[in-house]
């Protein structure tokens, strides 16, 4: 998934995360939340809620805020009903997303989704359009700078992994059963340092963007991000290494 990489690339070099940590915060507390309110308050008995937590607390989130999420989601402190939805569509050049959303106001976040899309030379479509196109899988991302592919073999080679892939100039890719993501993760957290860990959804295929259909794509990502609303996006395009250094500083 060489795109998904490089726009993780881009976001780091350009300290995304840290500009938007208010609303970083905010996305966790309601994936927290509800991933308590759906399979109970212990981390250890709960799947979601235990990789929650865990990026909450790689994004440095005060425990405190943690726990309170912890307890709306369980129903031991008042707190506000979110709503889960995936919206669908196309962006430029024909490419497929998939945004998924957690909101306390279903018809607030339709209509910016609505606009969104407009805005950057997309459609949405109805709910299926496209999440045919994707799988749920593991995924982890390692710059080749922090280790050697030999190192990295061996240290998979013993974990659940389904395919560690080495196409890409700048990363290795590792791809696993979302069952497996967290023993993987677990297994490696101590070796390498990761650029993206996530269970995430990958596209059957992908399209080759360039120029304009390139930048504008990126630039819809970014907003789509921006949105409070928004958990995840989720896209089929590639672009090409020269194509990214191109538009890189537009961004």
């Known amino acids: ?134 799988v749920k899988k593991g995924y982890i991302s390692i710059s080749k700078e922090k280790i050697s592919e030999d190192d990295l073999m061996a240290y998979v080679i013993p974990l659940e992994v389904e395919d560690l892939k080495t196409e890409d100039a700048a990363f290795f890719e590792i791809f696993t059963d979302p069952l497996h993501f967290s023993s993987v993760k677990e297994g490696l957290n101590n070796i390498v340092e990761f650029e993206a860990a996530e269970i995430t959804m990958l596209p059957n295929t992908y399209i080759n963007l360039k120029g304009k259909d390139a930048e504008k794509m990126l630039k819809f990502v970014e907003a789509l991000e921006d949105n409070e609303d928004v958990q995840e996006v989720f896209s089929n395009f590639d672009i090409d290494d020269a194509e990214m250094e191109k538009i890189e500083d537009s961004l």
């Open 1 to 134: 998934m060489s795109g998904h990489s490089k726009w993780s690339s881009i976001k780091h070099k350009k300290g995304k995360e840290d500009q938007r940590r208010g609303k970083i915060f905010s996305k966790l507390v309601k994936e927290i939340t509800v991933a308590a309110r759906e399979g109970g308050g212990t981390p250890d008995m709960n799947a979601r809620l235990r990789l929650a937590v865990e990026k909450a607390n790689e994004a440095n989130m005060p425990k405190d805020n943690i726990q309170k999420a912890i307890k709306r989601g369980t129903g031991e402190l008042p707190g506000v009903a979110y709503h889960e939805l995936t919206y669908e569509g196309y962006g430029p050049g024909g490419v497929t997303v998939m945004v998924q959303v957690t909101t306390d106001n279903k018809n607030r976040t339709a209509s910016e989704m609505r606009r969104l899309f407009a805005d950057y030379g997309g459609s949405m479509g109805e709910s299926g359009c496209v999440g045919w196109m994707f």
